[in-house]
Nanobody, 127 residues
């Protein structure tokens, strides 16, 4: 069964950290551009970070550079998003998505047009 399952969201205070996980099954992991996205109420969806599961390069939105780190565990077929120094503006539903591998290097992953989505996990950061 093709599936992406996110976990690790929660409610924290500003300055704290969270680590999100995305467990991938059903053939969507190998040689993919795996991305993390977020969407807050009333705001457009934003591509936060991406990683090529085969070769490892990572990509970040300017809004999270230096605070968020995307990584993967190829044995566990899981992609992580380590979020440090969280801010209230980081409050959103966070989604994991699988994209074709070329989407990482072209940057098109952030548009989420060719993505297969998970159900999302909520992150709430209070002041």
């Amino acid at each position: 069964q093709v599936q992406l399952v996110e976990s690790g969201g929660g409610s924290v205070q500003a300055g704290m950290s969270l680590r999100l996980s995305c467990a991938v099954s059903g053939g969507l992991y190998t040689n993919r551009c795996m991305g993390w996205f977020r969407q807050a109420p009333g705001k457009e969806r934003e591509g936060v970070a991406a990683i090529n599961t085969a070769t490892g390069p990572t990509y970040y939105a300017d809004s999270v550079k230096g605070r968020f780190t995307i990584s993967r565990d190829n044995v566990k077929r899981t992609v992580y998003l380590q979020m440090n120094t969280l801010k209230p503006d980081d409050t959103a539903m966070y989604y994991c998505a699988a994209n074709p591998p070329s989407d990482c290097s072209t940057g098109s992953w952030s548009q989420g047009v060719r993505s297969f989505w998970g159900q999302g996990t909520q992150v709430t950061v209070s002041p």
